[in-house]
C-alpha cells in the first residue's frame, strides 16, 4: 500500500527551531510536498521537493532523501501563528496525491 | 482573487438525501481534486479531473459521482447520502502535471443525520 507516516504532535517554544519529519512508502513516487492547515480552515501550500535535497522558502524548509524514503519540514523562528497542522503529501505519479494524517505543532511562549 | 471558490460552506442532509457540491477556480487551472477529511485525519482523494470532460476515481470513491463539463467548474455528487459520509470536503486545482501546488477552496461542512 501506500502510505506517509509522521508524528501526531509536536510542541515547541516560540523562537526555536522545529522538524517535522516524513517517511513514505509509495510505489511510483515522484516527489513530496508540505502543506500547513490551520484550524476550520483550508489547507495552504508550504514547499514541493520532486529531488533530493533542500529547499527553502523564508523561515520554512523542506529536505527529501528518496533513497531514505524520508523527508522533513524546518520551521525556523517559530511565531505563535505557526500553531496549525502540518501534512506532508506524497505525488505517486499520475495525478494522486496522498496526505499523511498530519502533524499538529503547538507554539508556546 | 478569488481562487477556488466552493457552496455551499455548510449543509445538513437526511439519510437518502442527494445532493451537489460545487467548485468553481478562476486561475484557469487543468487540474482539479475532491477531497474529504475526517477528524484527526489527512485528506482523502475522493474523485480527481485532468481537464475538461474527464474524471478518474482517486482513493475514495465510492458513493460519490463527479462531472466536469466546464473547465472552471468541477462538481460532486452524493447520489444517496450516508451518515459515513458527513465529512469536511475539499476542492482543489493545480495548474500543472506535476501536481503541485495545489490551491484549496474553503471546504464544505457536510452532516448527514
Known amino acids: 500500500g501506500q502510505s506517509l507516516e509522521q508524528p501526531s504532535e509536536v510542541t515547541a517554544v516560540e523562537g526555536a527551531i522545529v522538524q517535522i519529519n516524513c517517511t513514505y512508502q509509495?510505489?511510483?513516487?515522484?516527489?513530496l510536498s508540505w502543506y500547513q492547515q490551520h484550524d476550520g480552515g483550508a489547507p495552504t501550500f508550504l514547499s514541493y521537493?520532486?529531488?533530493?535535497g533542500l529547499e527553502e522558502t523564508g523561515r520554512f524548509s523542506s529536505f527529501l532523501s528518496r533513497s531514505d524514503s524520508y523527508g522533513y519540514l524546518l520551521l525556523q523562528e517559530l511565531q505563535m501563528k505557526d500553531s496549525a497542522s502540518y501534512f506532508c503529501?506524497?505525488?505517486?505519479?499520475?495525478?494522486?496525491?496522498?496526505f499523511g494524517a498530519g502533524t499538529r505543532l503547538f507554539v508556546k511562549a | 482573487n478569488a481562487g477556488v471558490t466552493q457552496t455551499p460552506k455548510f449543509r445538513v442532509l437526511k439519510t437518502g438525501q442527494s445532493m451537489t457540491l460545487l467548485c468553481a477556480q478562476d486561475?484557469?487551472?487543468?487540474?482539479m481534486y475532491w477531497y474529504r477529511q475526517d477528524p484527526g485525519m489527512g485528506l482523502r482523494l475522493i474523485h480527481y479531473?485532468?481537464?475538461?470532460?474527464?474524471?478518474a476515481k482517486g482513493e475514495v470513491p465510492d458513493g460519490y459521482n463527479v462531472s466536469r463539463l466546464k473547465k472552471q467548474n468541477f462538481l460532486l455528487g452524493l447520489e444517496s447520502a450516508a451518515p459515513s459520509q458527513t465529512s469536511v470536503y475539499f476542492c482543489?486545482?493545480?495548474?500543472?502535471?506535476?501536481?503541485?501546488?495545489?490551491?484549496f477552496g474553503d471546504g464544505t461542512r457536510l452532516s448527514i443525520l
Open positions: 482543489a486545482s493545480s495548474p500543472s502535471r506535476g501536481n503541485q501546488p495545489q490551491h
Open positions: 509509495t510505489s511510483g513516487f515522484y516527489g
Open positions: 521537493n520532486a529531488l533530493d
Open positions: 503529501v506524497g505525488n505517486t505519479g499520475g495525478f494522486k496525491t496522498i
Open positions: 486561475m484557469n487551472h487543468e487540474y
Open positions: 479531473s485532468v481537464g475538461e470532460g474527464t474524471t
